[in-house]
């Protein structure tokens, strides 16, 4: 016997309805993919980024990286050379989208900056647990970095 038999109505109403409301159910916890903001890598002049040109030792000045994007969202580095030292380094821009990704980019930011900091440079080791937005960190660094002339 054929479960939406004619002669059982009630029955075909129950599972019709069944149907459509795990349908609803399952549309309406699907996340909506949103495409990162569209960013252009320009260049700014040493006089434009907040500092002296490059080749020079003094001075201060601001370069951010590429927005390089990851598997959970775009990631993006500013840092201030100043005397052809490290002296800060920004996320400007990190995967914040749900609660998960806060808190990961809690410990993980903090730790990148400092061993950046530390290293003067980009090689720096990534974040157990924290993978992927540590690649789009050291990368952007890099980008930062070669943009600031050191």
């Known amino acids: 016997m054929h479960a939406l038999n004619k002669s059982r109505p ?3 109403i ?15 916890a699907l996340k909506p993919h949103t495409p990162p903001p569209l960013v252009t890598a320009g260049t700014k002049s040493p006089a434009a980024a907040g500092g ?3 080749g020079r ?12 994007q ?9 840092v201030t050379v100043e005397d052809g030292r490290l002296t800060d380094v920004t996320a400007v ?16 930011l903090p730790q990148l900056r400092r061993e950046a900091l530390a290293a003067q440079s980009a090689q720096i080791d990534s974040v157990s647990g924290a ?6 960190y050291r990368q952007s660094l890099q980008s930062a970095l070669d943009s600031a002339g050191l």
């Open 131 to 136: 993978t992927y937005t540590s690649d789009g």
């Open 10 to 12: 009630l029955r075909r």
């Open 52 to 54: 002296s040109a490059p």
């Open 57 to 68: 030792a003094g001075g201060s000045r601001t370069a951010t990286g590429d927005s390089v």
């Open 70 to 78: 990851t598997r959970w969202g775009p990631v993006r580095v500013r």
């Open 93 to 108: 821009s990190y995967p914040e989208d749900n609660p998960r990704d806060r808190e990961i980019n809690g410990y993980a």
């Open 14 to 28: 129950v599972l019709a309805s069944a149907a459509t409301v795990s349908g609803m159910v399952l549309l309406l």
